[in-house]
């Protein structure tokens, strides 16, 4: 079964830095990787889109929020992804959810999404 998992969140004070880190593994079949996405989710708030990526022609697509502060990039086995957050704002508090985009052969194409991790930005 295919795993998603997130690593790098934590607190950071205003205009701090934080990289989140992603990984898809568990893969028993060839496939194909479409795209990797973050998402965030604050409380009392929907899920929104903040960054993608889609592969394997690196093309990114950034949240309004998000532009000029984040950068989203693959790794080279494009099962990897990062978001390196710049500028951070109270506003940015959130779980930051990791969501890949892929198909194995013989099998439709789907997406999973890792579990989540906390980005606090407080002074």
């Known amino acids: 079964q295919v795993q998603v998992v ?11 830095s934080l990289r ?12 194909s990787m479409y795209a990797m ?8 708030k929907e899920r929104e889109l903040v960054a993608a990526i889609t592969l394997p022609s690196g093309s990114t697509n950034y949240a309004d929020s998000a532009k000029g502060r ?7 086995a494009r099962t990897t992804v990062s978001l390196q957050m710049n500028s951070l704002k109270p506003e940015d508090t ?3 959810y990791c969501n890949a985009d892929f198909r194995e052969i013989g099998l439709g194409r789907r997406a999973s999404w890792g579990q989540g991790t906390q980005v606090t930005v407080s002074s």
Request: proline share 5%.
């Open 37 to 44: 996405s973050w998402y965030r989710q604050a409380p009392g």
């Open 20 to 31: 989140l880190s992603c990984a898809a593994s568990g893969f028993t079949r060839s496939f």
């Open 70 to 76: 984040f950068t989203i990039s693959s790794g080279n």
């Open 94 to 96: 959130a779980v930051y």
């Open 6 to 16: 997130e690593s790098g969140g934590g607190l950071v004070q205003p205009g701090g």
